[in-house]
Each structure stands twice: as structure tokens, then as C-alpha cells.
């Protein structure tokens, strides 16, 4: 039996340091060329999306990552110029001082501070996503502001509602040796069981 015709598959990293900024690459490759842009890609034949995520984001960005946390399924159909493309977005964290170098697909690559910045395809809609899903984690110990982190624009305008650490998170925070202030960020590691 033949197969269907079916979307291409494709996945996308969100990876955030200890203090909130998130690891974007610059795409060297049209469409969105030039723009900002999550570490990501097709996943290939005989490829679990996991692994895909994992080779992209070494291909592109020149770091291993290894937790991955499910942030969503991305289907809308005008998400990618090219084409129905269906993307798988996942969540990580790795330490400041990682040396990401930029790879196959990307002119640079840098950690970003989120206040502002503009993403290429709806991946504005996906690093949301991965910070309500923190901000969600953190639950009872956090307190959210409106405002003091900025906005993230991408084919839309999307609040991004900063994490402020409570007291208890925040003495932990200076406990590990991490800067427990209050400012905007994450400080534990990613997993939103």
C-alpha cells in the first residue's frame, strides 16, 4: 500500500542558560534568512524526533544537548512559507558558559536576552510556550510581572510573562552558588512533570 501525502516533519529547540536568555542561531538560508531562529530541522527517515532535535541543534548550533521536556506540536498551516510543516518543539537548559559556534544552517549563533527580539517563522509562539510552561513549573514560588521583561515579536506580538523567584527559590538559588536576585530568568533545571 502506498503511503499518503503527509506534512514534513520538523522539530525545534528552545534552549534557555540559568539566567533566562534562550540560544538562537541566525538563519543562513532563505526562507527568514538573516532573521533570528531556534535551533532546528527536518527530521529524517528512520530518525526519532528526539534525535533529530538533538543532531540539529549540534548541527546548528555546535552544542550537545541531552534532557529534552515536550513543549508542543506546532501544526498551524501558515507556519512555514514552504509548505504544511509540522514542527515538534522541546525545551532544554545549558549552563552559561556553553560555547555554542554556529554550524550547517546558520550564519551565528548567540545566547539572546528575550526582552526584544524578533523570530522567524512562529517560533515567537513556541519560546512563549516554553516560558509559561517554567513559569507553570515554578508554580507557588514565583511571582509574574507584566512588563518587566518586554514582548517577543515574531509573524505576532506575544507577552512574555518574566519569572521573579520567591524567597525560597531565590535562597536556594544563592545556596547553589547562582545569582538568586530578583530579576528576570530561570534558575532551575527544566522539567515540567
Same mark, same amino acid.
Given at each position: 500500500?502506498?503511503?499518503?501525502?503527509?506534512?514534513?516533519?520538523?522539530?525545534?529547540?528552545?534552549? &534557555?542558560?540559568?539566567?533566562? /536568555?534562550?540560544?538562537?542561531? @541566525?538563519?543562513? =538560508?532563505?526562507?527568514?534568512?538573516?532573521?533570528? %531562529?531556534l535551533p532546528g530541522g527536518f527530521v529524517k527517515i528512520g530518525e526519532t524526533v528526539?534525535?533529530?532535535? @538533538? @543532531?540539529?541543534?549540534?548541527?546548528?548550533?555546535?552544542?550537545?544537548?541531552?534532557?529534552?521536556?515536550?513543549?508542543?506540536?506546532?501544526?498551524?498551516?501558515?507556519?512555514?512559507?514552504?509548505? =504544511? $510543516?509540522?514542527?515538534?518543539?522541546?525545551?532544554?537548559?545549558?549552563?552559561?558558559? %556553553?560555547?555554542?559556534?554556529?554550524?550547517?544552517?546558520?550564519?551565528?549563533?548567540?545566547?539572546?536576552?528575550?526582552?526584544? $527580539?524578533? #523570530?522567524? &517563522?512562529?517560533?515567537?509562539?513556541?519560546?512563549?510556550d516554553a516560558k509559561a510552561k517554567v513559569a507553570k513549573r515554578l508554580g507557588d514560588? #514565583?511571582?509574574? =510581572?507584566?512588563?518587566?521583561?518586554? /514582548?517577543?515579536?515574531?509573524?505576532?506580538?506575544?507577552?512574555?510573562?518574566?519569572?521573579? &523567584?520567591?524567597?525560597?527559590? @531565590?535562597? /536556594?538559588?544563592?545556596?547553589?552558588?547562582?545569582?538568586?536576585?530578583?530579576?528576570?530568568?530561570?534558575?532551575?533545571? #527544566?522539567s515540567f512533570d
Amino acid at each position: 500500500m502506498a503511503l499518503p501525502q503527509t506534512p514534513a516533519l520538523t522539530t525545534d529547540c528552545v534552549i &534557555f542558560d540559568p539566567v533566562g /536568555r534562550v540560544l538562537l542561531i @541566525r538563519r543562513k =538560508h532563505e526562507p527568514s534568512a538573516g532573521r533570528h %531562529a531556534l535551533p532546528g530541522g527536518f527530521v529524517k527517515i528512520g530518525e526519532t524526533v528526539e534525535a533529530a532535535c @538533538r @543532531r540539529e541543534v549540534r548541527e546548528e548550533a555546535g552544542v550537545e544537548v541531552s534532557e529534552l521536556t515536550l513543549v508542543g506540536v506546532y501544526s498551524d498551516l501558515k507556519r512555514d512559507p514552504r509548505g =504544511h $510543516i509540522v514542527s515538534v518543539a522541546y525545551a532544554t537548559q545549558l549552563p552559561s558558559d %556553553a560555547l555554542p559556534r554556529a554550524g550547517s544552517d546558520a550564519t551565528s549563533v548567540e545566547w539572546v536576552d528575550t526582552r526584544q $527580539i524578533t #523570530l522567524g &517563522f512562529d517560533h515567537a509562539r513556541i519560546l512563549a510556550d516554553a516560558k509559561a510552561k517554567v513559569a507553570k513549573r515554578l508554580g507557588d514560588d #514565583l511571582e509574574s =510581572h507584566d512588563g518587566a521583561c518586554g /514582548r517577543v515579536s515574531g509573524q505576532e506580538s506575544i507577552p512574555i510573562r518574566p519569572v521573579f &523567584f520567591g524567597d525560597a527559590r @531565590r535562597r /536556594r538559588a544563592r545556596e547553589s552558588g547562582l545569582n538568586g536576585g530578583s530579576a528576570c530568568g530561570l534558575l532551575l533545571p #527544566l522539567s515540567f512533570d
